[in-house]
C-alpha cells in the first residue's frame, strides 16, 4: 500500500467519523500512519472527528503553537548563556531596537549596533568571533549556544585566534557584520534562535560570514547551518564539524557564501 493510496482513504473510527490513526478499520492503515509518524515530526494521518481534528492532535497543535509564541517573546538572559561558557571571556551588547516590540516591527533596527555598546567592544586581531544572538528563539539560545560554541572551538587549529564571545540582545543576523567588522575580526559565526515553527522552538541557526562590511554584505555572502537541536535536529558535533570546515576553507578562498560548498562530509565527526 502507497502513501497516496493511505492519504485517499478514510480511516473509519467506527463512530461515524475519521480515526486519529492509531486503530482504524482493522485493514493496517492506522498501523502504517502511526510508522510513518515515527519517522517525521510532521503532522501526518492525524484523521478526523467530524469535520474538525481529533481533540488530542487539536490540543497538541494548540501547545505548539504556544510553545512558538513564547520562544519569540521569552526574554533573553545573557546571564544564562555566560555561565554555561565557564573560563571564556563575553562582552554584552545591544541592536538598536530599544525592546522586544521595536524589534519584531522594525528588523531594520537589529541590524545596527547601538552606537553606546559600540564604544565597549574590545578590538584585536582575531581571526573569528562568536556572536550570540537572542533572534526569534530566546530559549535556542539559551539551550544550545554554549554547547555548540564550545564543539566548535575545540575544532579550531592550534593558534586560532578567538576574539571574546559577544552576547547581543534584540538582534538580527546582520547585527554580526557589525560587531565583526567593529572588532578587527576576519570572520564572524552568529548563533541565532530560529523562526520557531508548529514542531520546533527551540531551533538554533549558525550563521557564518567571512570579512563583512557592514550595509554592503549581504545574506549570499553567508552560509548557514540551521536545525541544531539535539536529538531531534543537527547535533552538536555533526554541526560543529561542518562549522570548522567551513571556517578553514572560507580563509583558502577569502570568502564565503554562495561561493563556499559545505564538502565536510558526515565523516568529519569521526576525525
Excluded at 176 to 192: F, K, N, Q, Y
Excluded at 223 to 238: F, H, T
Amino acid at each position: 500500500m502507497t502513501i497516496s493510496q493511505v492519504t485517499d482513504s478514510r480511516i473509519d473510527d467506527g463512530q461515524g467519523g475519521l480515526s486519529d490513526g492509531q486503530g482504524g478499520s482493522g485493514d493496517g492503515q492506522g498501523e502504517l500512519w502511526a510508522s510513518l509518524r515515527l519517522r517525521t515530526q510532521a503532522r501526518i494521518g492525524l484523521g478526523r472527528a467530524g469535520s474538525a481534528l481529533p481533540t488530542r492532535h487539536r490540543l497538541e497543535l494548540q501547545a505548539a503553537h504556544a510553545a512558538a509564541r513564547d520562544a519569540v517573546h521569552s526574554p533573553f538572559d545573557p546571564d544564562a548563556v555566560a555561565a554555561r561558557l565557564t573560563g571564556t571571556p563575553v562582552v554584552r551588547v545591544r541592536s538598536a531596537a530599544p525592546d522586544r516590540l521595536t524589534y519584531l516591527q522594525r528588523p531594520d533596527l537589529g541590524r545596527r549596533l547601538h552606537p553606546v555598546d559600540r564604544a565597549h567592544l574590545p578590538t584585536g586581531e582575531w581571526d573569528v568571533v562568536f556572536v550570540v544572538a537572542d533572534g526569534l528563539s530566546s530559549r535556542a539560545v539559551h539551550e544550545h549556544a554554549a554547547a555548540m560554541i564550545r564543539a566548535t572551538t575545540a575544532r579550531l587549529p592550534s593558534g586560532t585566534r578567538v576574539a571574546p564571545v559577544v552576547l547581543a540582545e534584540q538582534a538580527r543576523v546582520a547585527l554580526g557584520d557589525d560587531i565583526a567588522h567593529a572588532m578587527g575580526a576576519t570572520a564572524v559565526v552568529l548563533l541565532v534562535g530560529e523562526r520557531p515553527g508548529m514542531s520546533a522552538a527551540d531551533s538554533l541557526g549558525a550563521y557564518l560570514t567571512h570579512r563583512p562590511v557592514p550595509g554592503v554584505t549581504t545574506d549570499a555572502d553567508r552560509n548557514c547551518l540551521s536545525n541544531i537541536r539535539p536529538p531531534l535536529g543537527l547535533a552538536y558535533e555533526v554541526a560543529a564539524a561542518k562549522l570548522a570546515a567551513l571556517l578553514a576553507r572560507a580563509r583558502e578562498l577569502g570568502r564565503t557564501g554562495v561561493a563556499l560548498k559545505d564538502e565536510s562530509g558526515d565523516d568529519a565527526v569521526a576525525e
